[in-house]
């Protein structure tokens, strides 16, 4: 069964920096790009950044341009956002999904497997 569990998440304060971890089981993991993504109350979940399986390619959105960055390391099935500078706006649930379409995709009804999410709560 696959799974993709998410770590890292925290309550920060605005200026501060996390890096999320999203560690893949029993996927076959370098075959996959994967997707970050966040939901907010109230608001409809967006894509935050991807990378191809490779980590040749990035897509970060431009609500956190220059700010956060994704990675991956394949040999420990890990994907990556470091996020610094963060700011209250940037409080959601965080989501790793993973998707074999290329282009990697931005909607995320072309992601095939989830996590079930980390809380990131920045106060201002």
């Known amino acids: 069964q696959v799974q993709l569990i998410e770590s890292g998440g925290a309550l920060v304060q605005a200026g501060d920096s996390l890096r999320l971890s999203c560690a893949a089981s029993?996927?076959?993991?370098?075959?996959?790009?994967m997707g970050w993504f966040r939901q907010a109350p109230g608001k409809e979940g967006e894509i935050v950044a991807h990378?191809?399986?490779?980590?040749?390619?990035?897509y970060v959105a431009d609500s956190v341009k220059g700010r956060f960055s994704i990675s991956r390391d394949n040999a420990k099935n890990t994907v990556y956002l470091q996020m610094n500078s963060l700011k209250p706006e940037d409080t959601a649930v965080y989501y790793c999904a993973a998707s074999t379409l290329l282009p990697v995709p931005v909607v995320s009804d072309e992601y095939k497997y989830w996590g079930q999410g980390t809380q990131v709560t920045v106060s201002s």
């Open positions: 029993e996927l076959a993991f370098s075959k996959y790009s």
């Open positions: 990378i191809v399986w490779s980590g040749a390619t990035t």
